[in-house]
């Protein structure tokens, strides 16, 4: 984030400077969303409302439409796209690529397939994306004979070559359906598509990997990925971490904590909450307190999942005030007001209040939801309005979308791309 507002302030500086600096659309769209993305959406609104008309293209157009579309901003996201037809900006992939993510990431995927329909009634070439976004609409809905039929109509496209994206994608599908060989062939696909310094589908291997209980290529990728790269992002040492905790590799996924503590200069509470979630879950709640200790002496903060962790841990081992503190800890740490409660965390909180008769820690709990918005009906939570799956050993611990989900950040690459022709 601070180097995001470093670039806008660059941007702002050469706003500032008319007679030195001319301003292009595709200036104008890297800014729009670099103002979304340390200001909101409202100020990035405001940005496209006060862009002279020369700078009102596709190009802005699009770069609003990506912020819609990250922000899950449904009804704002089609009234700016049906704009976008009206005014012709709407006639190459990219935009139809940004909406079929967002129908995607919110399961409505009927409108995939009326979008990929329109591409080709309008001779709108799919490119790599939109191919890879409809097999992913495709698996999402467990429709593999579909997601197979999409895969064919990618090959005989000569324009197009699958890439690893196309087989992770893939691989990730087959097994939500626990359809493991035919996921491993997709990962040796992925294996033979990866290329230069991509260290992203590595992860993905590592992860997906463990999913299919193959912990010998997940140790072959770890090591393969270490001689190529001199130094591993904490994603590296997450994605190998979360797949070992996943094959109940515990002393392995211990290993290799020690190994990032000792090579990286950035504390991660994602990394750390893998191995207190295992511990947890175990249900040894000791040893996963003495961890935190440990991690919060030597100066790691934890964040609002890590202090659900250890609540849980409180919760099973029935410890009311020691969970309700954690929960007021978890509060307190969330900073950007994004964490919610698991579900099954609060009834489990509730269940052991009311099992103990004591009214008052459960309504110090109830008021503190109410002050994120949760809604309070009768003394009791809505449970529709929480979070509901969070596995502390997934590649996908902090991500609330889950596997399924596509990732925009491709789409904005690609945005990146055309702002540049």
């Known amino acids: 984030m601070k180097a995001i507002g470093v670039m806008l302030q660059v941007y702002v500086w050469m706003n500032n400077k008319p007679e030195r600096f001319s301003v292009s659309s595709s200036d104008a769209a890297i800014q729009l969303d670099l103002i979304s993305k340390v200001h909101g959406v409202s100020s990035a609104e405001e940005y496209f409302l006060s862009l002279a008309d020369k700078l009102t293209d596709r190009r802005t157009y699009g770069a609003l439409l990506n912020v819609y579309v990250r922000y899950r901003m449904k009804e704002k996201a089609e009234a700016l796209f049906d704009k976008m037809r009206s005014k012709g900006y709407a006639v190459h992939s990219l935009p139809f690529n940004v909406m079929m993510t967002l129908y995607v990431n919110l399961k409505v995927y009927d409108k995939v397939d ?52 196309t087989f ?26 990866i290329k230069g310094r991509d260290r992203v589908p590595f992860h993905y291997l590592l992860s997906l990997y463990g999913s299919v209980g193959k912990k010998d290529d997940v140790y072959r990728v770890w090591s393969t990925y270490k001689s190529l790269f001199a130094t591993i992002p904490n994603l590296g040492y997450h994605a190998i971490i979360a797949s070992l905790v996943k094959l109940d590799d515990i002393e392995g996924a211990e290993k290799i904590y020690e190994e990032w503590l000792s090579t990286s200069s950035t504390y991660d509470p994602r990394i750390t909450n893998l191995l207190i979630g295992c511990y947890v879950k175990k249900g040894n709640t000791d040893k996963a307190l003495g961890f935190f200790r440990q991690i919060t002496e030597g100066g790691g903060i934890p964040n609002s999942k890590t202090w659900e962790i250890i609540c849980s841990g409180h919760i099973a081992d029935e410890r009311i005030s020691e969970a309700l503190s954690c929960f007021k800890e978890a509060f307190v740490a969330d900073v950007s007001n994004k964490w919610r409660p698991r579900a099954t965390n609060l009834s489990a909180f509730f269940k052991l209040c009311q099992d103990k008769d004591d009214t008052t820690s459960a309504e110090v709990l109830t008021g503190l939801c109410a002050l994120i918005g949760l809604s309070e009906s009768d003394g009791t939570i809505n449970n529709d309005e929480l979070s509901t799956e969070v596995d502390t050993a997934d590649i996908t611990d902090d991500n609330d979308d889950g596997e399924n989900a596509v990732d925009d950040a491709q789409m904005f690459n690609q945005l990146e791309s055309t702002l540049k022709d």
């Open 168 to 193: 992770s994608t893939m691989a990730t599908m087959y097994i939500n359906m626990n359809m493991f060989e035919k996921a491993v062939g997709c990962l040796r696909k992925v294996e033979s598509r």
């Open 114 to 165: 009326m979008l990929a329909s329109e591409m080709r009634e309008k001779n709108i070439r799919l490119d790599i994306y939109s191919y890879n976004i409809c097999l992913s609409s495709c698996g999402s809905r467990g429709s593999i004979e579909k997601m197979e039929e999409v895969f064919d109509q990618m090959v005989k496209d000569p324009k197009i070559f699958p890439n690893w994206t």
